[in-house]
């Protein structure tokens, strides 16, 4: 079965950096991509980027361009998602999701979340 | 960029009510259109794809329609297990998506 299964919870100070991991099973990982989605507390689901697990091309949201650097590592179906110069408001849960390529692209599986919480 | 809205923002609905929640896109998006439903402390689930395509799994009481800039999402009878937040996300501009603001489902 689909499994996707994120690293645990951090706690980081302003201006350090988080990598969460996102390791995928179940599935044959570079046929798909992988988006992550963060949601701070009491908030909406707000899309973060995306990443080709086949060929490693990635995009963006415009508002953490040159923050934000998403990776995979096809030998272990790991992806990561590495958040540079942390804010209080980057305190969120930050989701993985397998993105599914069919002409009309959508998330299908989730992992479980991560806490990243930004104080100081 | 693609903007997203919903409506209501929220609701109060009692079991066995039919439930619709809107959403609109800020340009045409054709049917790329998606529904989710998250509970509280829980990733959200994938409902709907394309608009109406019912995803793997999820009951037929729900159901998605539209196309262009209007969309919704109907639960024709409410169970005590869809009481939760549902949110539309476009995938016109993909890879780039937005999601709406969300719209909160409780019991009356």
């Known amino acids: 079965q689909v499994q996707l299964v994120q690293s645990g919870a951090e706690v980081k100070k302003p201006g350090a950096s988080v990598k969460v991991s996102c390791k995928a099973s179940g599935y044959t990982f570079t046929s798909y991509g992988i988006s992550w989605v963060r949601q701070a507390p009491g908030q909406g689901l707000e899309w973060m980027g995306w990443i080709s697990a086949y060929n490693g091309n990635t995009n963006y949201a415009q508002k953490l361009q040159g923050r934000v650097t998403m990776t995979t590592d096809t030998s272990t179906s790991t992806a990561y998602m590495e958040l540079r110069s942390l804010r209080s408001d980057d305190t969120a849960v930050y989701y993985c999701?397998?993105?599914?390529?069919?002409?009309?692209?959508?998330?299908?599986?989730w992992g479980q979340g991560t806490l990243v919480t930004v104080s100081s | 960029d693609i903007q997203m809205t919903q409506s209501p923002s929220s609701l109060s609905a009692s079991v066995g009510d039919r439930v619709t929640i809107t959403c609109r896109a800020s340009q045409s998006i054709s049917s790329y259109l998606n529904w989710y439903q998250q509970k509280p402390g829980k990733a959200p689930k994938l409902l709907i794809y394309a608009a109406s395509s019912l995803q793997s799994g999820v009951p037929s009481r729900f159901s998605g329609s539209g196309s262009g800039t209007d969309f919704t999402l109907t639960i024709s009878s409410l169970q005590p297990e869809d009481f939760a937040t549902y949110y539309c996300q476009q995938s016109y501009s993909t890879p780039i998506f937005t999601f709406g603001p969300g719209t909160k489902v409780d019991i009356k």
């Open positions: 999701a397998r993105m599914k390529y069919s002409g009309y692209d959508y998330f299908d599986y």
